[in-house]
Nanobody, 125 residues
Framework: QVQLVESGGGLVQPGGSLRLSCAAS????????MGWFRQAPGREREFVAV????????FYADSLKGRFTISGDSAKNTVYLQMNSLKPEDTAVYYC??????????????????WGQGTQVTVSS
């Protein structure tokens, strides 16, 4: 059984920062990439960013480039999402997910096999 455990969510004021972590554990598996999605109430789950283990390549949703940074630590099987200059519209449940194959440039939720339970991020004054 593979488990993805997120941490680091919480309440932050507009303009603030948060760093999310996602640690993978469980049976040995080969993760091609790990990424983050988010889902706000009444909205579909949307892609945030992905980190490919092989070369450390990163990809972001266009709207989040420059504010969010994804990174990975292979020794810890952990990915991080640094979120800066947060806005109220960033409020959502953030989910970590793992891909077990190369999906090319398609990062829809269906291309990710394993999911974490989600962590709430609330941006409010």
């Amino acid at each position: 059984q593979v488990q993805l455990v997120e941490s680091g969510g919480g309440l932050v004021q507009p303009g603030g920062s948060l760093r999310l972590s996602c640690a993978a554990s469980g049976r040995t598996f080969t993760s091609y990439a790990m990424g983050w999605f988010r889902q706000a109430p009444g909205r579909e789950r949307e892609f945030v960013a992905v980190f490919r283990w092989s070369r450390g390549n990163t990809f972001y949703a266009d709207s989040l480039k420059g504010r969010f940074t994804i990174s990975g630590d292979s020794a810890k099987n952990t990915v991080y999402l640094q979120m800066n200059s947060l806005k109220p519209e960033d409020t959502a449940v953030y989910y970590c997910a793992a891909q077990t194959y190369n999906s090319g440039t398609t990062y829809s939720p269906s291309t990710f096999t394993y999911w974490g339970q989600g962590t709430q991020v609330t941006v409010s004054s």
